[in-house]
């Protein structure tokens, strides 16, 4: 992996905007660590909300070619390690903007929490599902923050239902936001986000607030019921596109997309295609859905697939694996994202194979769901638990 001479700088701060409205919260990048949103100094300075001081401090750090904190954990850390990061996947390396006041290109509007999966990557802050199972019992793994376990906010917000949040004050404020950055004309795409977008009492309403000339992205794990979905699907404009997270088919998505099941994933399929909704695949690529990776691929067949690494928790990451798997992945590079062959010889450190072990032996009791989709030589390295074990 080659790492020019700007080590630091990443143009998405420059163009892309995360806005998380029950959160509060908002990030340059959707791998960017969030902020608390300023609500007095937006209600000061209408439409600016993508050149708040802090925004304009990180650009500033970035044209200085000095790290910014709020991109350590999802690009820098593992840049270190020799991974991949999406900084570089996305040529965010290369030097396409120097003002340090902006105008989003990319709108991401995170919705909310409400979700009914329990995604392998994924954690309470953008799982309701999550937020339930940690609720009465953290998971005990050694990482910093509290991903994995509940905080006196969370204790708040699981009081308040999307009703409560759609009346609050500063709900409307950011919705104020919002439909002005509609009006920008640098505004290339929205995408909205989850949780589970299809559960928002209101997505319709903000999509159709959308100008026409605007490209429309709904991220989905589609683990709707299939009638609801239906129902909502019909609701949007025919150019909008469905953005489908997945990256494994029969058990091992049943594992690693807890929460759905795989023939309702295929039914909710059925209807995108019925609607003549255009739809396409994100792939997030862990040590737990390698293996399967190309069964997906030949599933998908001709529809398209964004492969994307993931490197928080930083012990699902590609590179945390045996060296009998490693090899497999060895012999089919050709088959395999380019930021596989690029990361899969990083050496895991001692934390992170820890970490794996509580961690999947953890998410798998609390599920009741066995292990045996995995190969056994990782199963095996990793001291995971498995009533019945697969070779590759």
């Known amino acids: 992996m080659t790492i020019d001479a700007d080590k ?3 143009n998405q701060k420059f163009w892309w905007l995360v806005v998380n409205l029950e959160n509060q919260e908002i990030s340059s990048c959707s ?25 304009q401090h990180e650009r500033k750090l970035m044209l200085d070619n000095k790290p910014v904190s709020s991109c350590a954990a999802s690009c820098l850390k593992p840049e270190t390690q020799g991974i991949s990061s999406r900084r570089i996947l996305w040529e965010g390396n290369k030097r396409t903007h120097t003002n340090i006041t902006a105008t989003p290109e990319i709108l991401n509007i995170v919705l909310g929490s409400d979700c009914n999966m329990t995604c392998i990557y994924c954690c309470k802050y953008y799982s309701s599902a999550w937020y339930h199972d940690v609720k009465n019992k953290s998971y005990t ?31 409307d404020i950011l919705i104020s936001e919002i439909l002005q950055l509609y009006q920008k004309p640098s505004l290339q795409k929205v995408q909205f986000g989850g949780g589970e977008p299809f559960l928002y009492l209101d997505l319709d309403k903000i999509v159709q607030a959308i100008p026409s000339n605007i490209t429309i992205e709904i991220m989905s794990g589609l683990g709707v019921n299939p009638s609801r979905f239906d129902k909502e699907v019909a609701k949007l404009p025919k150019n909008t596109k469905i953005l489908i997270s997945a990256e494994n088919t029969g058990a091992a998505y049943e594992f690693s997309r807890f ?48 492969f994307q690494p993931c490197t928080d928790p930083d012990f699902l990451s590609i ?32 934390t992170q194979i820890d970490n794996l072990k509580i961690y999947l032996n953890e998410f798998a009791n609390r599920r009741q769901l066995d292990l045996s989709f995995l190969p056994e030589s990782f199963i095996s390295w990793a001291g995971i638990e498995s009533q019945q074990q697969n070779e590759i």
């Open 259 to 306: 929460g759905n099941t795989w023939s309702r994933f295929l039914e909710n399929i059925e209807i995108l295609k019925k609607h003549k909704i255009e739809y396409s695949f994100r792939a997030t690529v862990s040590n737990v859905t390698l293996p399967g990776l190309l069964d997906f691929v030949e599933y998908a067949n001709r529809i398209p697939i964004t």
């Open 141 to 171: 793994v050694e990482i910093d923050g509290d991903r994995y376990k509940k905080n006196s906010r969370d204790i708040i917000l699981d009081k308040l239902s999307q009703k409560d949040l759609k009346k609050s004050t500063s709900r």
């Open 31 to 55: 791998s960017a660590t969030p902020q608390r949103i300023d609500l007095n100094w937006i209600k000061e300075q209408p439409g600016q909300l993508f050149n708040d001081p802090i925004f």
């Open 8 to 10: 630091y700088y990443c």
């Open 319 to 350: 590179n945390v694996l045996d060296p009998v798997t490693k090899d497999w992945v060895r012999q089919n590079l050709t088959d395999f994202p380019e930021f596989v062959v690029q990361s899969i010889d990083a050496e895991p450190t001692q």
